[in-house]
């Protein structure tokens, strides 16, 4: 199983930026995917999460109404769109994904992706 996290970028503080998260594995069936950042310097924390079969989602109070996690519809993919883009913003993202769990807690998920960068400058 590989997590391929892609998207990142440097933007300007209040645009926009979709990281993507492939997931490859014949027979890989997530049960939940997250998005976790980590900035320069703090630990890291939960941004979003979502489940396979209801579409459910949780996130981060700091982003929500400004970032919306979604799947595709073969579920290969999940999306990170990010609006309203802040400074404090800033980190490396990484996807994360587990069979069992569908989680605020990055101790629950088994499957990493590498970190894709962003950058909002103000």
């Known amino acids: 199983v590989q997590l391929q996290a892609c998207g990142g970028g440097l933007v300007q503080a209040g645009g926009s930026l979709r990281l993507s998260c492939a997931a490859s594995g014949r027979t890989f069936r997530w049960y939940g995917m997250g998005w976790f950042r980590q900035a320069p310097g703090k630990e890291r924390e939960f941004v979003a999460a979502i489940h396979r079969s209801s579409d459910s989602t949780y996130y981060l109070s700091s982003v929500r109404g400004r970032f919306t996690i979604s799947a595709d519809s073969d579920k290969k993919t999940v999306y990170l769109q990010m609006n309203s883009l802040k400074p404090e913003d800033t980190a490396v993202y990484y996807c994360?994904?587990?069979?069992?769990?569908?989680?605020?807690?990055?101790?629950?998920?088994?499957?990493w992706g590498q970190g894709t960068e962003v950058t909002v400058s103000s």
């Open positions: 994360a994904a587990d069979q069992a769990y569908f989680s605020r807690r990055d101790y629950d998920y088994k499957y």
